[in-house]
């Protein structure tokens, strides 16, 4: 029971205060109601700044707010998030901030295919994700696999996804040969 | 030739710094070190002052540091010697010899000898209060007080001027208090 309790007090502890977010922080483009946070102390304000292209939707003045990324490119925005937290007396502590990297993931077109084609190589873009969906086989598309059908595979990373869409058409059926 | 030389120094340090104030002592409502919003109580004795060449005290002057606020008289001082008149609390007064008083008590005389300061020597004491002001730099708290006889103010002119040196009360900075902030978390 003690060894219950202990494991509960520290899975509870690392949920409420763990820092989760290493930086720089990953969002997917055109993410909205990202939600950014600091620990609350509740006789502070919080004044945020959000530069990069992301606008702040909600929360200034808390020690919560959620950013909106509608429209911003790809890449690495430095010091993109930045809160300054003010005591009681109106003490600004020191700035806090926290990189952003938008990324936007894209994937190869293949197809359409036989069911008898080759395995084809499925690419993404950055390198270093992860596809799944039907006839997926080690980041490879197989339309032995597939069948026929149309297909929809998902490419992943950094908790974003992007996908693409595959057919794999029947062959023609020939029939047997005939003799006049 | 020794004695006269003797008397010579003798009469040179009297003319040229001299002190009248002794046995001075001071209670203060919480030691420090203090934060904005605390507000402090000091009581000060002036034990004995010393009428040298018939100096006579005149004025007491509080010397704060600019991290203090609010300023207030509790306790006035008590006591006109033979003089008739009052302890006044002002916050600022220039003196016929130009000297810029305040804050403090100073001693209006209402008889026939005006600007003499009172003829008691002592002992006085008085009380004031004071709050730390609101502030995130680390401002100076300091407290000091410096007895004034009527010959720096113009009302006695007889030289041996007492010009005591101010009395220490407290030395210290404002404890300033800034929000240590936790990294951003992304949900």
């Not at chain 2, 001082?77 to 008590?105: A, R």
């Amino acid at each position: 029971m003690k060894k219950l309790l202990t494991v509960l007090l520290v899975c509870f502890g690392l949920a409420t205060y763990g820092q989760t977010t290493i930086n720089p922080d990953t969002v997917c483009v055109n993410a909205t109601g990202e939600q950014y946070f600091v620990t609350n102390t509740p006789t502070s304000t919080y004044n945020w700044v959000v530069t990069g292209g992301g606008t702040l939707s909600t929360g200034q003045g808390t020690n919560s707010i959620t950013v909106d990324y509608t429209g911003v490119g790809s890449g690495l925005y430095p010091n993109a998030i930045e809160v300054i937290e003010s005591n009681a007396a109106n003490c600004p502590g020191t700035p806090v901030l926290l990189d952003v990297f938008v990324l936007d993931l894209s994937g190869n077109v293949i197809g359409p295919f036989c069911p008898g084609d080759p395995t084809t190589p499925l690419v993404g873009t950055p390198l270093g994700g992860t596809w799944t969906g039907t006839g997926v086989v080690a980041n490879t598309f197989q339309p032995s696999t597939a069948g026929v059908g149309n297909y929809v595979l998902t490419y992943s990373m950094a908790g974003c996804n992007t996908t693409i869409n595959v057919i794999v058409n029947n062959g023609p059926v020939t029939g047997p040969i005939q003799h006049f | 030739m020794r004695k006269l030389l003797t008397i010579l120094c003798l009469f040179f340090s009297l003319t040229v710094s001299s002190q009248c104030v002794s046995n001075q002592s001071f209670l203060i409502s919480s030691p420090g070190p203090y934060s904005p919003g605390d507000v402090v109580a000091v009581d000060y004795t002036l034990g004995t002052f010393t009428q040298l060449n018939i100096n006579w005290i005149i004025a007491f002057q509080i010397n704060l540091g600019v991290g203090w606020t609010n300023l207030i008289p509790l306790i006035n001082p008590v006591g006109g010697g033979t003089q008739t008149g009052y302890w006044l609390w002002d916050l600022q007064n220039t003196y016929p010899s130009g000297l810029n008083f305040g804050p403090g008590w100073r001693f209006v005389n209402t008889g026939f000898v005006p600007d003499w300061g009172s003829s008691s020597t002592g002992p006085f004491t008085m009380r004031f209060r004071v709050t730390v002001g609101p502030t995130c730099t680390p401002d100076d708290l300091s407290i000091s007080i410096n007895v004034i006889g009527d010959c720096l103010t113009g009302g006695w002119n007889n030289g041996a001027c007492c010009n005591d040196p101010a009395f220490n009360i407290y030395n210290g900075n404002v404890q300033v208090v800034t929000p240590i902030t936790s990294n951003i978390n992304h949900y």
